[in-house]
């Protein structure tokens, strides 16, 4: 016979999720408009590849993962 299988969990507890969500989105709000301020108000002869993909790229992620959250503390399991 099989061994009782391990039953899988979170590894952040449930209670956080709806913290975790608002933190990271607004994270990523302020990055994001970090990113539109440096757009506009820049020049083209003075803009920087590396710096526009650093920003667009973190703010990305946390509001991706602040939406994960946002989802997760909802109920919907994804």
């Known amino acids: 016979m099989?061994?009782?299988a391990k039953a899988i969990?979170?590894?952040v507890p449930d209670a956080w999720y709806p913290t975790l969500a608002?933190?990271?989105?607004?994270?990523g709000l302020v990055l994001t408009a970090s990113f539109f301020i440096y757009e506009a108000t820049?020049?083209?002869?003075?803009r920087y590849l590396a710096k526009e993909l650093m920003t667009g790229g973190v703010a990305s992620?946390?509001?991706g993962?602040?939406?994960l959250f946002l989802l997760l503390s909802?109920?919907?399991y994804v």
């Open 2 to 4: 099989a061994p009782p």
């Open 9 to 11: 969990t979170s590894p």
């Open 22 to 27: 608002v933190v990271m989105l607004a994270i």
């Open 42 to 46: 820049s020049s083209k002869r003075n």
């Open 61 to 63: 992620v946390f509001l």
């Open 65 to 67: 993962f602040g939406s």
């Open 74 to 76: 909802a109920g919907v």
